[in-house]
């Protein structure tokens, strides 16, 4: 078997495409590569860590229609958040009992076109969401999302999804009085978790529901243990093979030998690492004669892919044709006229001296968030570019 190369973010296949785009005069803006082949390796990485779980690939993460074939092919499941995502992994050919409504907030009528498009599985967080589900998706199955206080993850989830634990439990109490089947119970711990140990308290919780709700007559059969899953940057990550033993560690001391069905839904962790970017330095600057850091400004911002710089919270690998130069400390800025369109200035980014105006940089683990994060012409600037290899 081919190694595993989920820190590689370059590989073979990317290079070679970047190259015959330059080569053909094609290189003209921004745009990202995403290799299937690290996408498969990845599904398998979650498939073998966590052998017992369904994996539930977050399209959000990419919709790009060849990923989701790649995946539909594979035996994934999906987690979608619109009917619109729905219809994009329906038209696989996946069928849509391989998909979740996982999305807590959903307007009625889309709750029922998804049941008239087959989908059977919803995400709630509230008693009005259950109304709504009961009322237009009849008998189908529900799980309640807990919040996650997101501790350890460099893109924490906000309160904005999930109820607290201990009003789970009467939420799928009226889910099961309404005729809905109650399933289970979901959370997220935080994206770009880098601590495997983060899952622990939230299945302490899942399981006290289980144990509630059980001696109330309702036998949950599902734990949705989320995404959160990392992609390497800068900093190491612990491989997925350390999340699935901390998990089922987990799993275990909570569930004793009754252990749950269960799914993961990564995003991030299923193609972050199999996108690169290349994009075009336009501009290196200084404020003043005496600066001590260099504005770089580059063909691609906050606005046309590089939102999760957002706060300076993802901070991306980039490469030169300059590395192994010295370095000097960089603001990197996109190539907008919105002032909040600066990736790196609190902490400044590191580039050889040697950078020039014209030269490309190669920005990594792009495969995740960026495409779909991408305005669609603010300021004039396109779309991100996509292509899948
Ligand atoms: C976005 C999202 C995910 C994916 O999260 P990652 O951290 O990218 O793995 C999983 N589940 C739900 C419900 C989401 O909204």
């Not at 990485?45 to 790649?70: G, H, I, W």
């Not at 993802?314 to 400390?329: N, S």
Request: proline letters at 5%.
């Amino acid at each position: 078997m081919r190694a595993l190369r989920r820190d590689a973010a370059m590989t073979d296949r990317i290079q070679d495409f970047l190259r015959q785009r330059r080569d053909a005069g094609r290189d003209d803006g921004p745009c990202m590569v995403l290799d299937l082949e690290v996408v498969r390796d990845n599904y398998r990485s979650f498939a073998t860590a966590l052998p017992d779980t369904r994996v539930f690939y977050a399209v959000k993460a990419n919709p790009a229609p060849e990923v989701l074939d790649l995946l539909a092919r594979l035996g994934s499941c999906f987690d979608t958040a619109s009917v619109v995502e729905i219809e994009q992994v329906l038209a696989t050919g996946c069928p849509p009992e391989r998909l979740s409504f996982g999305n807590t907030i959903k307007k009625e009528r889309d709750i029922a076109r998804a049941y008239a498009l087959g989908v059977r599985l919803f995400a709630v967080d509230c008693e009005a969401e259950v109304e709504k589900i009961a009322r237009v998706a009849p008998g189908s199955k529900v799980f309640c999302r807990i919040l996650c206080d997101g501790d350890g993850a460099e893109w924490p989830l906000s309160r904005k999804f999930g109820c607290v634990p201990e009003m789970a439990g009467t939420v799928l109490e009226r889910a099961q009085r309404l005729g809905l089947q109650a399933y289970g119970i979901s959370f997220h711990v935080g994206s770009q978790q880098r601590n495997p140990r983060m899952w622990d308290a939230a299945l302490a919780s899942a399981s006290a529901i289980f144990r509630d709700l059980a001696e109330k007559g309702i036998h949950l059969s599902m734990v949705n243990l989320g995404g959160g899953f990392p992609t390497k940057y800068l900093k190491d990550v612990p491989a997925v093979k350390a999340y699935g033993q901390a998990i089922f560690r987990s799993l275990r001391k909570h569930f004793g030998n009754r252990i749950p069905e269960t799914i993961i839904e990564p995003g991030r962790g299923m193609v972050g690492n199999a996108g690169v970017i290349e994009a075009e330095v336009v501009l290196i600057s200084k404020k003043s004669a005496d600066d001590n850091v260099k504005w770089v400004y580059l063909d691609i911002g906050k606005f046309n892919g590089l939102a999760e710089t957002m706060d300076e919270m993802i901070r991306y690998p980039i490469r030169t044709d300059f590395d192994g130069d010295e370095l000097e400390a960089c603001v990197l800025a996109g190539p907008t006229c919105d002032s909040v369109d600066v990736l790196y200035e609190k902490d400044p980014y590191f580039l050889p001296v040697s950078l020039e105006i014209g030269a490309k940089v190669l920005i990594e683990g792009t495969g995740a968030y960026t495409t779909t994060y991408s305005a669609v012409g603010f300021n004039g600037f396109p779309p991100l570019q996509s292509f899948v290899i």
